[in-house]
């Protein structure tokens, strides 16, 4: 939308890579209030938030979850 308009030009990008630091249990609870989840049925939303949290206590036993995230910034700048 933005470069349909012609008021903006690239500027370039900037990658920004960065640890979140969530328990398991709060991942979970944000699992659940997504939309996309809860529009499943009952029956099948349960068991894939049952999955994921066997997948979770696999991976973290411990219960706190460390993930890397890399986030791309796309710079823009007015044009003259």
């Known amino acids: 939308l ?8 690239p500027a370039g990008t900037m990658l920004v890579q960065w640890t979140r ?10 699992d659940r209030s997504k939309s996309y ?6 029956g099948a939303r349960e068991a894939v938030l049952r999955e994921i949290a066997a997948i979770i206590s696999a991976e973290f036993p411990d219960g706190q979850m460390s ?5 791309t910034l ?6 003259a």
């Open 2 to 9: 933005v470069a349909s308009q012609g008021l903006m030009e």
């Open 37 to 42: 989840v809860i529009e499943i049925d009952t």
């Open 74 to 79: 796309l710079l823009a700048r007015k044009r």
């Open 21 to 30: 630091e969530v328990s398991a249990a709060d991942w979970m609870t944000e």
């Open 67 to 71: 993930v890397r995230y890399v986030t």
